[in-house]
Structure formats: C-alpha cells, structure tokens
C-alpha cells in the first residue's frame, strides 16, 4: 500500500524539482517549521470538517494529512516502505485494551504495547 502512495509523493515532488536526498537526513529549520505548519493545517481542516459533519472535508483532509505525511518522508530522504514494513510488523505484535482504563488515552478503542513488546530497529534503515 505505502508503495503506491509513496510512488506517487515521488512523481509529484519530482514535477516541482525537489530532488530526494541521497541519504537520511533531518530537516533543515525553516523545512521544518514549513512541514509542521503543513501537518497541522491538514489536522485543523480534519477537526473543522469532523465539526460540521462533513465527511468530504473529513476525506479530503485524511488524504491530505498522508499525502502531506508522506511528501515530509520524501523531503527527509525515507525508506518510507522499508519503514511501514518494519513498524507494522512490531504493531500487529500489539493488543486491544480491555477497558478504557488500561488506555493511556482512556479509550476503549485503544490499542496497547503488552508487556515483553520491543520497538523495532530501524536504525539500519537510516544509515
């Protein structure tokens, strides 16, 4: 799934010249603050849409916010789907709250790391 995505993110920073970098990188100050802006704006349109029951907005903003989360992965020079690969497989090792009281944001919707669940090593993904 991330890789079609992720193709497209490509083909789209590609037209306006912004070249991937050769390596992992963190962004500069200013392409930080420009993408966290942009990350935020996108949740706002989100939150706005949620209140005025307007699930095309909600749609739209959701599409925005990965396309916008995806381009910020594309600018920091991210194996994005060898990362989906090794983040999803630690959180399918995850498990379903009981009760809103073993959330730590008091949701029985939650999902929750069990007790021996170890983070995934990307660390050889960024090198």
Do not use: Q
Not at 5 to 30: G, T
Request: aromatic share 14%.
């Amino acid at each position: 799934m991330a890789a079609l995505y992720y193709n497209d993110i490509k083909k789209f920073h590609e037209k306006f010249l912004i070249k991937f970098p050769d390596k992992p990188r963190l962004l500069s100050p200013d392409e930080y603050e420009f993408r966290l802006k942009f990350l935020f704006e996108e949740i706002s349109e989100f939150k706005d849409s949620y209140k005025n029951e307007d699930l095309i907005g909600c749609a739209d903003a959701l599409v925005d916010l990965l396309y916008v989360t995806f381009g910020t992965c594309y600018f920091m020079g991210l194996p994005c789907d060898e990362l989906w690969k090794s983040i999803h497989e630690a959180n399918m090792k995850k498990e379903k709250v009981k009760n809103k009281f073993e959330s730590k944001r008091g949701s029985i919707y939650d999902i929750r790391k069990p007790k021996n669940w170890k983070h995934p090593d990307i660390s050889i993904l960024l090198k």
